[in-house]
């Protein structure tokens, strides 16, 4: 399925879900379940967030075999996750990938608060995210933002979502050239938590 047609999709599934017409009980049940068995086809790689409130099958209104997931706490963009998305893109003939934050993304607020007051405590691993998403968090304090905490909460979601996307686009030379040549396309959005909407607000073609 071409990007264009994926992305339609999942506009259409995530209109769907905000509206509360589901219909991910059908695409989830037992014929479906044999049909998939023999192989995938997912018309969408996701790379979201964790978080519990953002699964990705569900806000996007898709069943089994639909879409190829990774979750990550703060969508951050490390090797095996740009691994997992040149498997998929290549294996599977996927053209399309999101990149998916979230409003009150808890990566962002912990990375934030470690600039603000940092700690010596902390775990290495969860120091490894912190450090993905510092680098686009760190210009923002910077300005105006960092004395209005919910407007920089907002700007700082979005923007660790468009560099975790720039990090796909050229981040991997297998990604580049599917993006050059097979019509790969990666965008970035944003959930809202309050609302359920997802915005699709970065490299959409
Ligand atoms: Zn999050």
Redesign the pocket.
């Known amino acids: 399925m071409p990007a264009r047609d994926a992305l339609q999709c999942l506009k259409d599934g995530n209109e769907r879900f905000v509206s509360n017409v589901r219909s991910h009980e059908s695409l989830a049940n037992e014929a479906r379940r044999m049909e998939v068995a023999a192989g995938q086809e997912p018309f969408a790689i996701i790379l979201g967030?964790?978080?519990s409130r953002?699964p990705a099958e569900i806000i996007f209104d898709q069943g089994l075999g639909d879409l190829f997931v990774i979750r990550v706490?703060?969508?951050i963009v490390a090797p095996s996750q740009v691994g997992s998305v040149e498997f998929a893109a290549e294996r599977h003939g996927t053209r399309l990938v999101v990149v998916l934050?979230?409003s009150?993304?808890?990566?962002?607020l912990a990375t934030i608060d470690e600039l603000k007051r940092p700690t010596t405590n902390q775990s290495r691993n969860l120091h490894s995210i912190v450090d993905r998403v510092r680098p686009s968090v760190e210009p923002l304090l910077r300005t105006e933002l960092r004395n209005d905490p919910d407007a920089l909460v907002r700007d700082a979601v979005r923007a660790n979502v468009r560099v975790s996307a720039g990090h796909l686009r050229h981040g991997s030379e297998i990604l580049e050239q599917l993006i050059a040549r097979e019509g790969l396309v990666v965008v970035g959005a944003e959930y809202s938590l309050d609302t359920g909407v997802v915005d699709f607000f970065d490299g959409v073609p």
Request: glycine content about 22%.
């Open positions: 967030c964790s978080d953002v706490a703060g969508n934050g979230h009150q993304c808890g990566a962002i």
